[in-house]
């Protein structure tokens, strides 16, 4: 947990921050990269040292040398005052709502939200007294005939976990700005590199950092970066939940970032260029991929971001369950399995209809994410084309 140092300071694009910020090299012996301090005692030379609250590092729950590389980094990335590091991405998305909200408050959450954030929202704050609305995701400027005089704060998840809508959050941030209510992202779809929520009016953005930072699925991991007017808040709430992070799991989180630059580049281009293939399929019947100009966010998207994320979603016409699972159990390369961001393809099988409640989702057929990995494109394809030949040619 640290303020934002910019080691890099005067250098603002993100490949050149990736490489060079985050790293202390000068007080770590010259090591290029930042080491893993592992510990929980931090000891002191003298009663004058204990006593001095102002020192960087007192504790090893709060004040990490790793942790806070990685804070450094994803702060100049965001463009934040400071970020806080959390064991998770659902603690950092909870973090920030209990930094956002308090009993009485009133919470409005997009409806195509990651389903985790709608239980903790919907079940958790609830039970202390926050009250929670969750919204039409392409609502826009419209959230204002939403507000009350209790709501507090806004979450935006842009593109939706799942169904991948578009958010206007330029149109949401000034409406919230002006009634003084705070907006919190969730921008794991984007990464720091293609999207910057707190430039456009946000005052908190997280990261499941499980996802494109670590980028190698092997470490669970979330950030929470916040604008000068938030920092404090959420300093002082990250502080007395307690939720530290592992100095290995931040490590791994460093060193993933490292080549995040390169990685969303490539998941940029392959997966809009996946997209663009499935779209030409027989039996797809839509593709849910905001930078396909075919897309009905495609306009905010371009507008607002700078590439693409590697998740998307597509739609088959309905048939029974032995025709998914023959799809799916038959898959070479694409792997089934929960979270996504790795190097590696994934794909699974899901139904929206559950996880809505602002607006019932009415589309007839199979979905499907996917997450694009790095795998050769034309391997990628040849393992969906059989996988859909499968799909069509079960009846039973
Ligand atoms: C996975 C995910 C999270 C939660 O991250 P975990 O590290 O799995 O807790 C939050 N938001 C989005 C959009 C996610 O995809």
Redesign the pocket.
Known sequence: MTKKTTEGGKYTSPETILTHSGRASAENSGYVNLPVFRGSTILFNTLDDLEDYKSPLRYGRNDNPTTNGLADLVSELEGAAGTVICP??????STALLAAVSAGDELLVTDS??D??RIFSAEGLERFGVSVRFYAPKVGAGIAGLITDRTRAIFV?SPG?LTFEMQDLRAIAKVAQERDITVIV?N??ASPLFHNPLVLGADMV?H????MLVGHSDA???TVSANEKLWPKLKRTHRILGVATSPDDAYLTLRGMRTLGLRMKHHSAQSLAFAQWLEGQPGVEQVYHPALPSDPGHAIWKRDFTGAGS?FAFRLSKRTRNAVAAMVNGFELFGMG????GYESLCIPFNPTSIRTAVPWSEEGQMFRIHVGLEEIGDLQADMAAALERYRGTNE
């Open positions: 998770s991405g659902l603690s950092a998305v939200a990651y985790p954030t998840e976990s969730d794991s779809w997280l499941a950092a499980t996802k669970m991991v979330g998740l929960y979270s996504w961001g």
